[in-house]
């Protein structure tokens, strides 16, 4: 009989052990604060938001920035393209909505940028995180 209640009390730990593993495994994680680089790249997050630099453009995504127990993201934010020189004064951005995808894995990020209006794919980026991004400003 004292064996019996073991193997009961044994079974419901291991259930609810079982359950809180699933749920933690379920929950959204998000990425922390800090930097992700790489060519022509550099992705800055801060706050649950991210800003990045990129060749000639930058944007920002507002968070939470979150991820799925895969690793898989779907971010929405603005892209900006960028010209050499300085802004004029009274000159609008040439800013446009934009979706962030892709994934991390660890310490690396495959990235994807697409503008929301036209569905024009601006690049595919790796970045790592820790890495400082190589990117080259408009002249």
């Given at each position: 009989?004292?064996?019996?209640?073991?193997?009961?009390?044994?079974?419901?730990?291991?259930?609810?052990?079982?359950?809180f593993t699933l749920v933690q495994a379920k929950r959204?994680?998000?990425i922390p604060n800090g930097g992700w680089g790489g060519t022509h790249i550099q992705l800055t997050v801060a706050n649950g938001s991210a800003s990045i630099e990129y060749d000639c453009a930058n944007g920002s995504?507002?968070?939470?920035?979150?991820?799925?127990?895969?690793?898989?993201?779907?971010?929405?934010?603005?892209h900006v393209r960028e010209h050499g020189g300085p802004l004029r004064i009274?000159?609008?951005?040439?800013?446009?909505?934009?979706?962030?995808?892709?994934?991390?894995?660890?310490?690396?990020?495959k990235l994807t940028v697409t503008l929301v209006d036209s569905k024009t794919v601006v690049g595919t980026f790796e970045?790592?995180?820790?890495?400082?991004?190589?990117?080259?400003?408009?002249?």
């Amino acid at each position: 009989m004292a064996v019996n209640k073991m193997f009961a009390r044994l079974g419901a730990v291991l259930m609810i052990t079982l359950a809180f593993t699933l749920v933690q495994a379920k929950r959204p994680k998000t990425i922390p604060n800090g930097g992700w680089g790489g060519t022509h790249i550099q992705l800055t997050v801060a706050n649950g938001s991210a800003s990045i630099e990129y060749d000639c453009a930058n944007g920002s995504i507002d968070g939470p920035l979150k991820i799925d127990s895969r690793g898989r993201f779907d971010w929405r934010g603005t892209h900006v393209r960028e010209h050499g020189g300085p802004l004029r004064i009274g000159e609008n951005r040439d800013a446009s909505a934009a979706r962030y995808t892709g994934w991390i894995d660890g310490k690396r990020m495959k990235l994807t940028v697409t503008l929301v209006d036209s569905k024009t794919v601006v690049g595919t980026f790796e970045l790592t995180q820790g890495r400082q991004g190589r990117v080259f400003k408009c002249l």
